[in-house]
């Protein structure tokens, strides 16, 4: 089978070629200098031309403040691009993989995991067109798995994760909110979780939206005291703060708790505890056995 990976520069994609090493299907990797995903034409002839079974769609406008500025920008990359890859999947009788966020909830309060038959309120200009992305691609009648995740991080780029490691490895102090609560994801779970669901039987039977996150919920002080702790930032005394002592143009979303039921029960997934994958990252940032 021939597969399109889209976004191949990112933390998801970077791990996607990672996990797809002993596959038996043929990978097309690419990104922004490779392909434009907003040309339909460039799109549907790309597609013609490697005959593309399966798309995974890694490609996303992910700077949430700047987003607030830069809708449009955001919206070409979120939803039209989304939108001509999904008419493309349709086009050729495939199937597309897409990932999306749980921002697609953040206006509402919530204090259970959110399912995802849950009505979308989506907030900010990043969790708009996420949602604008993800009704484009039901709409266009294609074939898909939309994965909601959240807290995505990897050895790759810029992300929570190695941002601490720098901040609790080389300062006296830092201030982390603890009033957003959610589960961190490990990008390299996530792609391996994607190729699996890519093999299943029948999967054109399962089209529809899940969620994908690790298991296990923390706040993102708790987040970045684990990351100390496993790397051994001891110095640094972190301290407990309030997200509206950090303003913001767009409120994050206070409970992101993903419920990954559906996901686990449809494909048999086994998801691993958030603390077990964080080692697995920060081993590999530090014995720098993959690229960054």
Not at 59 to 77: F, K, L, P, Q
Not at 239 to 264: H, N, Q
Request: hydrophobic share 35%; proline share 3%.
């Amino acid at each position: 089978m021939n597969i399109l990976v889209t976004g191949c520069n990112g933390q998801l994609g970077n791990h996607i070629r990672i996990a797809a090493a002993s596959s038996p299907h043929t990978f097309f990797y690419t990104d922004i200098d490779t392909l434009d995903i907003t040309d339909a034409d460039a799109v549907d002839a790309f597609f013609k031309q490697h005959d593309i079974r399966l798309t995974i769609n890694c490609a996303a406008y992910t700077n949430v403040d700047r987003a607030e500025d830069e809708e449009a920008i955001a919206d070409r990359v979120n939803h039209h691009a989304v939108a001509v890859l999904a008419n493309s999947t349709k086009s050729a009788g495939g199937m597309l993989f897409h990932i999306s966020t749980d921002y697609v909830f953040g206006g509402s309060l919530h204090n259970t995991p959110c399912v995802e038959s849950l009505a979308a309120n989506p907030t900010g200009a990043y969790g708009r067109t996420k949602l604008r992305g993800e009704e484009a691609i039901i709409g266009s009648g294609c074939n898909y798995v939309i994965i909601r995740t959240s807290w995505l991080y990897s050895e790759f780029g810029k992300n929570f994760v190695k941002t601490m490691l720098n901040i609790t490895g080389s300062r006296p102090q830092c201030r982390v909110v603890y009033d957003q609560v959610g589960t961190p994801t490990y990008a390299g779970d996530l792609a391996r979780a994607i190729l699996r669901i890519a093999d299943t039987p029948d999967l054109c039977s399962k089209t529809g939206i899940y969620n994908y996150s690790n298991e296990g919920v923390c706040s993102w002080f708790d987040f970045a005291k684990e990351i100390a702790r496993q790397a051994g930032h001891t110095d640094c005394a972190i301290e407990p703060c309030l997200s509206s002592e950090y303003p913001s143009k767009v409120v994050r979303p206070a409970y992101a708790v993903l419920d990954k039921s559906k996901i686990k029960q449809t494909f048999g997934l086994q998801v691993p505890y958030w603390m077990e994958s964080l080692s697995v990252c920060i081993k590999n940032i530090e014995d720098g056995s993959l690229c960054s």
